[in-house]
């Protein structure tokens, strides 16, 4: 799914690299989480992975695709392979919440009655299927971050990268959000998800990778697959 060789990202600028000498394999099918302080290089490893920078150094590979020799067509090709939820939901703001899902399928290339199906099926999964008609301006911040995990989802990713994606959300909302990302990936998708949220940390039992000075410093197995 994830295969990192030496993964290096420099900036003009920045005193040292952002990312280090990074190599990292995720399976198919794991929940990882990656953590570590504010600048440990956490964001700047998951803008590489999805095609938002450019690694400076080292090779990599995601879902067979080489992330370092990519054209334009092969990188939308892979970022419809993944969904991506970040801290800040980043919905649009004069769309509803159905049609925030919903744009993002037929930017895949459905048709729009499918991506309303779609739609509707991951808000209900959500527990959002009474706020369809709603903007997101009138959603508390839980909310948003739901309606944003399910237009993540409607084009069935094989891998999700989600970024700080309780960061901003109280425990009880952040047990909410973490129990969906569990279901997502109990349904088989991978997630990759960049944390220092302690709740977060608390509550997962899975892999974690600590970041430190852009390195990985530790790799802590899922207790689950320790025999």
Do not use: W, Y
Not at 19 to 48: N, Q
Not at 49 to 55: K, M, R, T, V
Not at 121 to 139: A, K, R, S, T, W
């Amino acid at each position: 799914m994830i295969r990192l060789n030496n993964i290096g990202k420099s900036f003009e600028g920045r005193p040292g690299p952002a990312v280090d000498s990074v190599s990292l394999h995720v399976e198919p099918g794991e929940f990882v989480l990656l953590t570590g302080a504010s600048g440990a290089g956490k964001t700047t490893l998951m803008r590489i992975l999805f095609g938002d920078e450019i690694a400076t150094e080292g090779t990599g590979v995601v879902n067979g695709r080489n992330l370092d020799c990519m054209e334009s067509d092969a990188l939308a090709a892979l970022r419809r392979e993944m969904g991506l939820v970040f801290q800040d939901s980043r919905l649009i703001d004069r769309l509803s919440v159905r049609e925030n899902v919903a744009l993002a399928a037929e930017v895949g290339g459905v048709s729009c009655a499918e991506a309303r199906r779609r739609a509707e099926d991951l808000l209900c999964m959500m527990g959002m299927q009474d706020f369809g008609d709603m903007l997101p301006l009138h959603l508390a911040s839980g909310e948003r971050q739901r309606v944003a995990l399910a237009r993540a989802l409607v084009n069935d990713p094989v891998l999700l990268l989600a970024d700080e994606p309780t960061g901003s959300l109280d425990p009880d909302t952040t047990a909410e959000i973490l129990e969906l990302l569990q279901e997502v990936n109990r349904r088989g998708t991978t997630v990759l998800m960049a944390t220092h949220d302690m709740d977060a940390l608390e509550q997962l039992s899975c892999r974690m990778l600590v970041m430190a000075n852009g390195r990985i410093v530790e790799d802590c197995p899922d207790p689950s697959r320790v025999q």
